[in-house]
């Protein structure tokens, strides 16, 4: 059979494939072989397979897709378009859900997903499709996109979150054109970004990747939900999540994030083993500035079972030398030991920030985000993405937590992971619409970014 794809949309009883002129041989996915030429509306489950089923439903290959057509149209079967593939591929009537499973589901959640074919999202969308991440009532459609390159993985991808039976899990739309995957997502998690190269200045680094967002936040601005959460994870997260911020003046600048939760996640790991205690007994941990090793990991407003951890661990010199470098270099040091980057890690602290703002923050902690600086109640510069504290009351939005002692070691290394973003800043400035600005990391300059975004 000859079958051509670029874009799949995945609900729960269809997947719908877009034509790219590819050939693609018949194969079997799950529990589904394949099945004749009929349009037979059915309840989803394992059926007898279809050889040469062609359907028009399409949502995410082509801008003029479904746009403007019914439901019932866009289901219609056209004999010149190919067979869609998966195990979903049959037609489902929701309505014909058990009320007693679904009555009290919230309202269904768009989260844009990119970089959707990489190792990290390979760990991630299986906890967010399981309701680990937004709640066991949060009803989830993924949209995940992909390259050119990456087509035939996200196909794969989204073959097994169909095996794994989420029933969460109502749509799963895969796709190339940021403009049709983020079309009103609620959340836009930017997983993917381009490592750096053998020989690769950093400043091309940020000019490349910066191109990546430059779209994407345009992309944002044009499509997604006015109130979506952005949370950028691929590095240099914090630039690159400034890019996409300025980019997408529709949304609100303090929805944009850049991903430090894996830092605190570490520093909390290291406190707790220094004390010889369990982790969940270390809280008020926060990671000051940029995702580099330039972060600052703050021992002194840290609490050990309600302690200062400080009082509890009073070897200073351990946290001044050995603690603060420790997760600076982490990431480092694991891919040493491995042999590979924190892949897995990194996906538990995406749903950990997540999670962070759509549950109640507890009373007197907090938790550290990257997020814009402007209106600080710290002095640091404002227009850059910095790590900071934050405190949620559970509706996506967050307030960052004033009042913190900044005694002169933090205050030091704090101005210059600032003055670190702020040089980035100045060096993309012509991607975020600031020109003029000269850019002074130059070759030579101290290399601060972390061994993964090598």
Known sequence: MSA?????????????????????????????AAAPAISIPRRAGCVAAAPAISTTRAFLGSRKSAKGRSRSSALAVSASEPAPLGVFKLEYDISQDDDAKSADWKKPLVIA???????????????????????????????????ERSKEALEGVAME?????????????????????????????????????????????????????????????????????????????????????????????????????????????????????????????????????????????????GERATD???????????????????????IKKWGRSSAASTAVSIAD?????????????????????DGNPYGIAEGIIFSMPCRSTGDGGYEVVAGLEINDWLRQRIKTSEDELTKEA???SHLTGKMGKACEITPGSPDTMLPGEM
């Open 113 to 147: 997903v990119s970089g959707a074919a990489g190792q990290i999202s390979n760990h991630l969308l299986f906890k967010i499709a399981g309701g680990e991440v937004y709640g066991q009532d949060q009803p989830i459609i993924l949209r995940l996109l992909g390259s």
């Open 312 to 334: 509890v661990i009073e070897d200073l010199r351990w946290l001044e030398e050995d603690f603060t470098p420790a997760i600076q270099t982490r990431g480092g040091l694991l």
């Open 4 to 32: 051509s794809v670029t874009s799949t949309a995945v609900t729960v009883g269809r997947v719908a494939t877009v034509a790219t002129s590819r050939a693609a041989s018949t194969r079997r996915a799950g529990c589904v």
């Open 161 to 305: 979150l169909e095996d794994s039976l989420f029933p969460l899990l109502r749509e799963v739309d895969i796709g190339i054109d940021p403009m049709l995957v983020f079309a009103k997502a609620d959340w836009a998690l930017l997983i993917g970004a381009k490592p750096r190269g053998p020989g690769m200045e950093r400043s091309d680094l940020l000019e490349m990747n910066g191109q990546i967002f430059v779209g994407q936040g345009k992309a944002l601005n044009e499509v997604a939900s006015p109130e979506c959460k952005v949370c950028v994870v691929g590095n240099p997260c914090n630039t690159n999540a400034l890019i996409a911020m300025e980019n997408a003046p529709n949304l609100r600048r303090e929805n944009f994030h850049a991903l430090t939760r894996l830092d605190e996640n570490r520093a909390k790991c290291q406190l707790a083993l220094k004390a010889g205690v369990f982790y969940e007994t270390v809280t008020n941990v926060t990671i000051w500035g940029n995702h580099s090793t330039t972060q600052v990991p703050d021992f002194v407003n840290s609490k050990i079972g």
């Open 426 to 428: 100045d060096c993309v």
């Open 353 to 373: 920030a997540i999670k962070a703002l759509v549950t109640p923050t507890r009373e007197g902690d907090w938790f550290s985000s990257g997020v814009c600086t």
